[in-house]
T-cell receptor
């Protein structure tokens, strides 16, 4: 089955700096890669996703890049703010018909 | 429209006790999932259902059973709880096979002592 690895497990940045979280996956047939944000004590919420027919997608301060050849994808957060502090999860699946396999999560701390 | 609702939110069990976690969704979603979340291990799939009356095993199904007698409800059962089942349990649902997005419930924190 699919295996998703996520790095780093913790990340601390100063407010205003950029943060990058990376994930690798094992199943070359995977073609859907979402990112979830989970605030303390809350449920995971989808923040951005990318499908394999594009290499990059951007939504305001958040962007995701995908390298299908190398089987890795990354989340980029620019101009970080304290409210970006949370645990971020990447995931992969073969598409709508298959369940998501999650990475282990990254705890992002943004220091004011 | 409440989305995905999980009950209870917290529970403490003694080893060997049984309990059922309820997940209810009012969005007419076909697909429902049960995940457990442990520190450093992300979300791992326990069981899932692709429609009323169907269930299937996920990555970590041992020690759990599920039922989907009604489309809107997905029940997760622990017949004989063990300390290794201490975790936060999340239910999620998805509209159908053409839709990618998961909607998560707010979670159930279970402690087995």
């Amino acid at each position: 089955g699919e295996n998703v690895e996520q790095h780093p497990s913790t990340l601390s940045v100063q407010e205003g700096d950029s943060a990058v979280i990376k994930c690798t996956y094992s199943d070359s047939a995977s073609n859907y890669f979402p990112w979830y944000k989970q605030e303390l004590g809350k449920r995971p919420q989808l923040i951005i996703d990318i499908r394999s027919n594009v290499g990059e997608k951007k939504d305001q301060r958040i962007a995701v890049t995908l390298n299908k050849t190398a089987k890795h994808f990354s989340l980029h957060i620019t101009e970080t703010q304290p409210e970006d502090s949370a645990v971020y999860f990447c995931a992969a699946s073969r598409g709508a018909g298959n369940m998501l396999t999650f990475g282990g999560g990254t705890r992002l701390m943004v220091k004011p | 429209n409440a989305g995905v609702t999980q009950t209870p939110k917290f529970r403490v069990l003694k080893t060997g006790q049984s309990m059922t976690l309820l997940c209810a969704q009012d969005m007419n979603h076909e697909y429902m999932y049960w995940y457990r979340q442990d520190p450093g291990m992300g979300l791992r799939l326990i069981h899932y259902s692709v429609g009323e009356g169907t269930t299937a095993k996920g990555e970590v199904p041992d020690g759990y059973n599920v039922s989907r007698l009604k489309k809107q409800n997905f029940l997760l059962g622990l017949e004989s709880a063990a300390p290794s089942q201490t975790s936060v349990y999340f239910c999620a649902s998805r509209l159908d096979n053409s839709n990618y997005g998961y909607t998560f419930g707010s979670g159930t924190r279970l402690t087995v002592v």
